[in-house]
């Protein structure tokens, strides 16, 4: 499922849930470094359920270590200014 969100600062995201990516597709300030350019995908290892007046955390992963059963995954997470619009497209 892919679908758009817009934040009171007025960045728009795209979200591809099939492949697990994310991008910017435009904003009024710079780019965090952890999302990159405008219009680049970023694969994220978890995002939060995307609410209007709330924000949304992206979670990359960034380390995993697997030892037998157990999986260790480092993330670092990017928050986005609360949603004022999401199109479900």
Do not use: H, N
């Amino acid at each position: 499922m892919t679908f758009t969100f817009t934040t009171e600062s007025g960045s728009v995201y795209e979200v591809d849930g099939g492949r697990q990516r994310i991008r910017r597709v435009a904003g009024v300030e710079a780019p965090t470094v952890r999302q990159g350019d405008d219009g680049q995908w970023r694969p994220y290892a978890a995002i939060s359920k995307v609410e209007l007046g709330k924000p949304v955390i992206v979670g990359w992963a960034t380390e995993c270590a697997g030892d037998g059963d157990a999986v260790v995954m480092k993330v670092k997470a990017t928050m986005t200014s609360p949603v004022s619009s999401c199109d479900a497209g």
